[in-house]
């Protein structure tokens, strides 16, 4: 005896079911697969931009390091980018011969000049310092110049930009202390 429906509508309703349930199911993995290609897109931008600003400290301390900035300040570095003019330098990151990142350096301005004393040199192991020792005085013919460095890296691929200041202090002789820091 056969109580129930007759067995094919039956069929039909399982068929309905689990078209239903593969709806679901493809919603939710279109859903992730959206939601994946999102969070790949914020990460590869994070990474873009942490990339520009690593290059653009990078160019800062090497501007630091030359100490060019002191007697030439529109040309800060001994090589620069290709058929590029003023405080340009380029980096490839990914080795593959194009640059990345470029970064522009502008020039450097000079905050403040504060005169060392005599007591606060290290003559023994230092020679510039020694340099500027001057007796029986209390200060030396050198100076702190305080100095603010910006700069601005490009992402060639992505767009991002960042701009990075830094301060440094730079210890400079009084004779050069109106060309190296002048007072406006």
Do not use: H
């Not at 039956?10 to 859903?31: E, I, K, P, S």
């Not at 914020?42 to 007697?71: P, W």
């Amino acid at each position: 005896m056969n109580r129930g429906k007759p067995a094919g509508r039956q069929r039909g309703v399982v068929l309905v079911v689990a078209l239903v349930m593969l709806v679901a199911v493809t919603l939710m993995v279109v859903t992730a697969s959206n939601l994946v290609q999102t969070n790949l897109k914020v990460v590869q931008n994070l990474e873009s931009r942490e990339m520009a600003r690593a290059a653009t400290l990078a160019a800062i301390e090497q501007a630091i390091s030359y100490r060019r900035f002191i007697d030439t300040p529109d040309s800060m570095f001994p090589v620069t980018c290709p058929g590029q003019v003023g405080n340009k330098l380029c980096y490839d990151v990914n080795q593959d011969g194009t640059s990345d990142v470029l970064v522009t350096v502008e020039n450097p301005t000079c905050v403040s000049v504060t005169p060392t004393p005599n007591s606060k040199l290290d003559v023994f192991n230092d020679r510039e310092q020694a340099s500027c020792y001057l007796p029986p005085g209390v200060y030396s013919m050198c100076a702190y110049a305080v100095w603010d460095f910006q700069a601005t890296a490009t992402d060639a691929v992505t767009g991002a930009e960042v701009k990075v200041r830094q301060g440094v202090s730079v210890l400079s002789s009084l004779n050069k202390i109106e060309t190296v820091c002048p007072t406006t």
